[in-house]
């Protein structure tokens, strides 16, 4: 398995666990904290849209 399958299959794990977690948290936070509760779930699209970034660009500029 090459560096880049490697580097890819980790960020790919790490986007699917702070979309989970963002998720539970939310459903969790919801009823008793409204606004904690869209905070963290914004704070985890966050994370994910910069680790989409990061996928992107390790996609494009590293070597096989």
């Known amino acids: 398995m090459s560096k880049k399958q490697t580097i890819l299959r980790i960020l790919y794990i790490l986007t699917a666990v702070?979309?989970?977690?963002?998720?539970?948290?939310?459903?969790?936070?919801?009823?008793?904290k409204e606004w904690m509760a869209?905070?963290?779930?914004?704070?985890?699209g966050v994370l994910i849209l910069?680790?989409?970034m990061i996928i992107i660009f390790v996609n494009k500029n590293m070597k096989k």
């Not at 869209?38 to 985890?44: D, V």
Request: charged content about 10%; some cysteine; glycine content about 4%.
């Open 18 to 32: 702070i979309a989970v977690s963002s998720v539970i948290s939310y459903l969790i936070l919801m009823k008793e």
């Open 38 to 44: 869209f905070y963290l779930a914004c704070c985890g």
């Open 50 to 52: 910069n680790l989409i």
